[in-house]
């Protein structure tokens, strides 16, 4: 995580926000460009170029298994199981993290499949290949057609890019206050989801309002 100074006076006046617009467009520009750096080489990448725009803190690196799940995520999907719809999980973290947030996911129901992305063989990627995956994946288990899969995501130019541009509708989750949400993230997205929801609660909502 990158935490700009906001306190004293900052080199060249960039506010915090400035620096956040910049460490965004640079991992952006970074992951499009290089789909072999572990996650971690890509945070120190983006950050490394923002050391001429002001003051900033060093990473605070903080274990991924610590995070704690959105409220809503567990029982919202579970909804939309329980309404007929498939759940597949595209992990973009390492596998220690993801087994470690899986049960906190798996809210009284269990994941319909899995795929097994380069994420959690230790490379993270913006390429292609998880999603071409995900949609051989779906096509096989449950005869799905691309345009019959929703790639739902916080992560705008990771997920919503690639799975757009391989012809998949896609849903963007921009959590209010949310990194991934930002005004500046959204200002970068080469391509637009299918829709934009403010929470997971809020696309069962809609998902089963369209049954």
Same mark, same amino acid.
């Not at 995070?67 to 919202?76: H, I, L, R, S």
């Not at 992990?91 to 220690?96: E, G, H, L």
């Given at each position: 995580?990158?935490?700009p100074?906001? %306190?004293?006076?900052q080199?060249?006046g960039?506010?915090?926000?400035d620096?956040l617009r910049r460490?965004?467009e640079?991992?952006?520009k970074?992951?499009r460009?290089?789909t072999t750096l572990?996650?971690?080489d890509l /945070?120190?990448s983006?950050r490394?170029?923002l050391? *001429?725009a002001?003051? !900033?803190?060093?990473?605070?690196? /903080?274990r991924a298994p610590r ?10 999907l579970k909804?939309l199981q ?7 999980a595209?992990?973009? =973290?390492?596998?220690?993290t993801f087994?470690?947030i899986?049960p906190?996911?798996e809210d009284?129901?269990?994941f *319909?499949a !899995? /795929? ?9 990627t ?8 995900? !949609?051989?994946?779906c096509?096989?288990k449950?005869?799905?057609?691309p345009?019959?899969?929703?790639? =739902?995501?916080?992560g705008?130019?990771?997920c919503? %890019?690639?799975?757009?541009l ?7 989750v ?6 991934e949400?930002?005004e ?5 997205? =080469?391509?637009k989801p299918?829709f934009?929801?403010g929470s997971?609660?809020?696309?069962? %909502?809609?998902l089963v309002?369209?049954?």
């Open positions: 995580m990158l935490y100074r906001t %306190e004293g006076k080199r060249d960039h506010l915090a926000m620096l460490y965004l640079q991992e952006a970074t992951i460009s290089n572990t996650y971690f /945070v120190e983006a490394l170029s050391l *001429d002001g003051q !900033i803190h060093p990473l605070t690196k /903080v995070w704690k799940v959105w409220p809503d995520a567990g029982t919202a909804k329980t309404k007929g719809y498939r759940i597949v595209l992990p973009n =973290v390492d596998r220690s087994t470690a899986r906190l996911l009284g129901f269990q *319909d !899995i /795929v097994d992305t380069p994420s959690v063989r230790g490379i993270f913006q390429d292609e290949d998880p999603y071409k995956d995900t !949609i051989r994946l096509g096989d449950f005869h799905a057609t345009k019959q899969i929703l790639m =739902v995501s916080t705008g130019y990771r919503i %890019e690639p799975s757009t391989l012809g998949t509708p896609t849903a963007w921009r959590r209010d206050g949310s990194l949400g930002s500046q993230l959204a200002e970068i997205l =080469v391509t299918t934009t929801v997971l609660e809020e696309l069962s %909502e809609v309002g369209n049954i």
